[in-house]
């Protein structure tokens, strides 16, 4: 979400972008679903390395705390 705020890109598209659905896209910001490695991969090339998987670990973790 951060990323999106950041850069002013669309939900919708970030999912065209990363070869998405936008309701994937949706999930994963709701943390709903966690990415699959294809779609971490997709999402940190789309984003030039901005955003990558211990982003989305490291989320994770501060939710369980």
């Not at 910001?29 to 982003?55: M, N």
Request: net charge negative; charged share 25%.
């Amino acid at each position: 979400q951060e990323y999106i705020d950041e850069t002013c890109i669309t939900q919708r598209e970030l999912a065209q972008s990363c070869c998405l659905s936008p309701a994937a896209i949706c999930r994963i910001i709701k943390w709903q679903r966690f990415p699959s490695p294809e779609t971490l991969y997709r999402i940190h090339q789309f984003t030039e390395g901005k955003v990558g998987a211990d982003d989305f670990f490291r989320q994770r973790v501060s939710q369980m705390d």
